[in-house]
């Protein structure tokens, strides 16, 4: 799409109905495979879109001989989307959060090494430089969301894989809170998960949880992290690089749950930090990735 002046505009110029264009690095590589500048908005662009639409554009895969003459150029297009502040992002930070009355809350920060989420989606041209594995963003605000279908996953796991797990938090709650005896933890799960028995007005909804605050002083929030799988004990392993929401980030966890059934509002909300807290959420949490503190 073009503005009135014939300007290209990319997704954030028409999610906030600006047409100003900003300066930005791009890979546009001459003879030599060097980057040159461009009036296009890399630096305030949808970081989603920048992922998954402009990553692999002006890649020259037709004039580049040899593999590590790629990573230059992924270098700075891995720039554009490390470099991101959740500073310059307040409109779409505050779009995301839903501060309403009938939407339970809590907030949870991520810890070291950090959280990685939609792994599974493709992202790779086998080329040096390049994130190998793919990543979860919200589509329109193009900022990192944990998908409440995970969140809701993770939790029922929990119920699935250790109904004596659930009684013991529902028996031992956190001070000042009352403990929960004597339930059917089989029931509870059909009621909270699948809305046994209730209309579907009253059943509980899983939301995406949203990043709210940064992870340091820039309030930067993604980087570039390493998995070195070892498929041949006879070769050297390959490096694997993967974007990851950094530690230190906080998430706010968004429910609209319902005073229906066994346990209440707060007791399904408690529940559900506990929870997330004990097992964390996302990709590879057996080796440490997706843990929360509050």
Known sequence: MTDQNNKP????????????????????????????????NVFSANIGWLYYKDYYHDIPFHSVKKKEEFKPLFEVKNQAINSRQLSRYPDEVAALKLDYQTIQRFELTTEYPGL??????????HQEGEYKLGF????????PVIPGSSVKGVLRSAFKKSPDYIKYL??????????????????????????????????????????VAGGNMNQLFLAA??????????????????????PQVTFRFQF???????????????????????????????????KFKE
């Open 9 to 40: 505009r990319n997704d954030l110029d028409l999610f906030t109905g600006s047409n100003q264009s900003k300066e930005r690095h791009r890979s546009n590589p001459g003879p030599d495979h060097t980057v040159k500048k461009e009036n296009i």
């Open 256 to 290: 609209r749950l319902k005073n229906e059934g066994l346990i209440s509002i707060e007791g399904k909300k408690s529940l559900f930090e506990r929870i997330l807290k004990d097992l964390g959420i996302g990709a590879k949490t057996n080796v440490g990735y997706g």
């Open 170 to 211: 529902l028996e031992n709650p956190p001070e000042k809170e009352t403990p929960i005896l004597d339930i059917d933890i089989d029931q509870l799960e059909k009621e909270i998960f699948d809305g046994e028995g209730l209309s579907p007005y009253k059943r509980d909804i899983f939301l995406d949880a949203v990043i």
């Open 225 to 246: 992290d390493f998995i070195t799988p070892h498929p041949d004990e006879f070769k050297d392993p390959v490096p694997l690089q993967f974007l990851k929401v950094l």
């Open 116 to 125: 990685v989420t939609g792994l599974g989606n493709p992202h790779e041209s």
């Open 136 to 143: 979860y963003f919200d589509h329109t605000t193009g900022l």
